[in-house]
Nanobody, 124 residues
Framework: QVQLVESGGGLVQAGGSLRLSCAASGRTFSSYAMGWFRQAPGKEREFVAA????????DYAFSVRGRFAISRDNAKNTVYLQMNSLEPEDSAVYYC?????????????????WGQGTQVTVSS
């Protein structure tokens, strides 16, 4: 069982930055591939970024590539999402998720555990 708790969301102006954190419980965090997803009102949950269990591989949705960076610290059981050059279209609830998966997981259904989400609002 893995419990995930996100933090770091908030209100920011367009062009600004935020850093989301996701703290995981349990001693097997380094066994899990991790991902960030987001869901805006009236829209489906969408993939944002993924990182492999070792942190050696990562990938991003096209819409955030070059602006967002995912990283993890397995010693701290934490995964991060650095978000730069934020746009109003980035406003959503952001969720982190964990999957026992080799490599990068892009589909929400691959992930077994989810956090409660943190709200990110970007004003224009």
């Amino acid at each position: 069982q893995v419990q995930l708790v996100e933090s770091g969301g908030g209100l920011v102006q367009a062009g600004g930055s935020l850093r989301l954190s996701c703290a995981a419980s349990g001693r097997t965090f380094s066994s899990y591939a991790m991902g960030w997803f987001r869901q805006a009102p009236g829209k489906e949950r969408e993939f944002v970024a993924a990182i492999s269990s070792s942190g050696g591989g990562s990938d991003y949705a096209f819409s955030v590539r070059g602006r967002f960076a995912i990283s993890r610290d397995n010693a701290k059981n934490t995964v991060y999402l650095q978000m730069n050059s934020l746009e109003p279209e980035d406003s959503a609830v952001y969720y982190c998720a964990a999957a026992r998966f080799n490599g990068l997981a892009y589909r929400a259904r691959t992930y077994e555990y989810w956090g409660q989400g943190t709200q990110v609002t970007v004003s224009s």
